[in-house]
């Protein structure tokens, strides 16, 4: 997925599970670390972390 979204010509923003394997995937884009909580119908919420991945430098933070 990194090597086609490297190919690209446009812009794109892809959200994804953090781990770090996915950073050594993506590291040669631009990434932003989100914290928020999973929840599912009636469950709990659980805390988890998202990258936000990027092929450009956003001018403000995306979240």
């Not at 090597?3 to 794109?12: D, M, V």
């Not at 959200?15 to 709990?44: M, W």
């Not at 990027?54 to 403000?60: A, G, K, L, V």
């Amino acid at each position: 997925m990194a090597e086609q979204l490297g190919a690209i010509r446009g812009k794109f923003i892809l959200s994804i599970n953090d781990c770090p394997e996915i950073r050594a995937l993506f590291a040669g884009f631009e990434f932003e670390q989100v914290r928020l909580k999973y929840t599912v119908a009636a469950g709990g919420a659980t805390e988890a972390t998202e990258l936000i991945i990027s092929n450009f430098e956003p001018r403000i933070g995306l979240i």
